[in-house]
């Protein structure tokens, strides 16, 4: 059971690039998340999803996209990377709200 | 808006004494309060859930307690191992949220 799957696990961009973090989770879960952490910091929720189709902002959602076609994943793209957004990006997944939530190793991005 | 806090933010503890880990949050109109743990380089990985109606849960050496009313939880270790050394983070979900807020967490070292 793979749980929640991140690529790639490290990248170095350059400002003003774009990529698409990947995320997967084979557990069919409803509800997924996009959170970033800052070194010393906490999470910050960037956008989640409820479900297919359906996707709402978090707490620090500019610079960000995010799509939800499948159950299974939800992609969040970073257009024209700034040095800010320099940071580690975990996808994390639950089935509802009294079930755990499962994370995923993390991305760790970082924009020279 | 709901806060988490979690004091202190890092602890440090002799191997094989019990300790707590405290967490309080502003709002106790909640579902359920989470406990994480992380260790350096990986994801959140979830410890043990209580539900609002629950006082307490227990895992191995681990028991959180919930206190609504208060606005508190602690996570008890019993008989700490250098393996317990990571950071812990506290999270609730409260009512008509779709999501965690998370604190910002307390890092436990364990001295053999």
């Known amino acids: 059971n793979a749980g929640v799957t991140q690529t790639p696990k490290f990248r170095i961009l350059k400002i003003g690039q774009s990529m698409t973090l990947q995320c997967a989770q084979d557990?069919?879960?409803?509800?997924m998340y996009w959170y970033r952490q800052d070194p010393g910091m906490g999470l910050k929720l960037i956008y989640y999803?409820?479900?297919?189709?359906?996707?709402d902002k978090g707490e620090v959602p500019n610079g960000y996209n995010v799509s939800r076609s499948t159950t299974e994943y939800f992609p969040l793209r970073l257009e024209l990377a700034a040095p800010s957004q320099t940071s580690v990006y975990f996808c994390?997944?639950?089935?509802?709200?009294?079930?755990?939530?499962?994370f995923g190793d993390g991305t760790r991005l970082s924009i020279l | 808006k709901q806060e988490v806090t979690q004091i202190p933010a890092a602890l440090s503890v002799p191997e094989g004494e019990n300790l707590v880990l405290n967490c309080s949050f502003t709002?106790?109109?909640?579902?359920?309060l989470q406990w994480f743990r992380q260790d350096p380089g990986k994801g959140l990985t979830s410890l043990l859930l209580i539900q609002s109606s629950q006082r307490e849960q227990t895992s191995g050496r681990l028991n959180a307690s919930l206190d609504k009313s208060s606005g508190r939880s602690t996570l008890y270790i019993a008989a700490s191992q250098p393996g317990d050394s990571a950071t812990y983070l506290c999270?609730?979900?409260?009512?008509?949220?779709?999501?965690?807020?998370f604190g910002t967490g307390t890092r436990l070292t364990i001295i053999p």
């Open positions: 557990m069919n879960h409803n509800y």
């Open positions: 999803s409820v479900g297919a189709g359906i996707t």
């Open positions: 999270a609730v979900w409260g009512f008509g949220n779709e999501k965690l807020t």
């Open positions: 709002d106790s109109a909640i579902y359920n």
């Open positions: 994390a997944s639950t089935l509802g709200v009294n079930q755990p939530q499962h």
